[in-house]
């Protein structure tokens, strides 16, 4: 499987992708460039953290108009998998390749720090070889992760399976205290209709070495890894 | 026909104004206990040509509806005026 890490103005993440998948899970992975309508034959494509644009006008706005997203669009809709991390979820959302929006964090604040997640759907390619009832700990670092979604679609959303991380204690409850960020009902990710779009705004790509805190984010690239071939 | 429009993007009543919150705050710390809520958004000024007002509105309301604003979270409203 290949991995194609799209590159926009203002990304950040992209090396900690190359270095997760690339000599962590010895994945192939390839920069593709937000300018260029070509996905070069990735199998996946990961829209790394950062500040595309700066966050011009909107945080993910500005990229989600790039020609490599009209490429993003058509591989989408074939039911390949896409990820978006971070400001990546963020572009996915104005893209609207996924519902919802992401608001300022509720408390005013940029949050950095490690946080609890519950999988709420393991019928996902990015989460099927997570074990059953783990609470995985992985970092966040995002100003604006507040999430929202009208309640008409999250209603729809919840009877398709779409919430796929909440923000929960260590013990694996879905707290008020364990929502960094206001998210409605502690959402920390979301898929499409089909599974195969995924934005999250923690980081599983910085948590893929013991040494560095946690290796929880090897269960999600694990995943979609060794999902592939049984498709 | 050349034009000039402000375009005027608030959050959507209900939707949590973090920014409008603490410069609430702000305010308050500098002793103005009278003010009840503050609400953040954005203005836009922009330039162009079109064969007339009508014209000219409903791209600014297309404009708005696909990127100026986010329909999820932002309203929008804007004044048009001809150059």
Not at chain 1, 93 to 110: T, V
Not at chain 2, 40 to 60: I, N, R, V, Y
């Amino acid at each position: 499987m290949k991995f194609g890490i799209m590159l926009f103005p203002g990304s950040n993440c992209d090396r900690d992708c190359f270095h997760a998948l690339e000599e962590v899970m010895g994945a192939r992975a390839i920069p593709l460039w937000h300018g260029e309508a070509d996905l070069k034959g990735a199998d996946c494509v990961v829209l790394p953290g950062g500040f595309s644009y700066g966050d011009y006008l909107r945080a993910g706005a500005m990229a989600a108009l790039a020609p490599g997203m009209e490429a993003v669009r058509e591989h989408a809709a074939g039911g390949r998998p896409v990820i978006g991390i971070c400001n990546g979820f963020q572009i996915l959302c104005e893209a609207g390749l996924l519902p919802g929006a992401l608001r300022r964090n509720a408390g005013g604040r940029f949050r950095c720090e490690d946080v609890h997640l519950r999988v709420e759907n393991y019928d996902t390619p990015f989460t099927r070889l997570v074990p059953r009832d783990k609470v995985l700990r992985l970092p966040i670092a995002h100003g604006e992760g507040n999430y929202y979604a009208d309640p008409a679609v999250l209603n729809e959303m919840k009877a398709r399976g779409q919430i796929v991380f909440r923000y929960v204690t260590a013990g694996g409850e879905p707290a008020p205290e364990a929502n960094p960020n206001g998210s409605l009902e502690n959402i920390a990710g979301v898929c499409s209709p089909a599974g195969n779009v995924l934005g999250m705004m923690p980081h599983p790509e910085r948590s893929v070495e013991a040494l560095l805190g946690s290796e929880d984010g090897l269960f999600i690239f694990r995943s979609l890894l060794e999902g592939v071939d049984d498709r | 026909m050349k034009f000039r429009a402000k375009v005027e993007v608030t959050l959507k009543e209900g939707v949590l104004d973090s920014q409008g919150r603490t410069i609430l705050g702000g305010l308050r710390s500098l002793g103005y206990g009278d003010v009840e809520e503050v609400r953040t958004g954005k203005l836009l000024q922009l330039s162009l040509t079109a064969e007339d007002q009508a014209q000219a509105a409903s791209q600014l309301e297309e404009m708005a509806r696909r990127l100026l604003a986010n329909p999820v979270l932002e309203k929008f409203t804007f004044v048009l005026e001809q150059a």
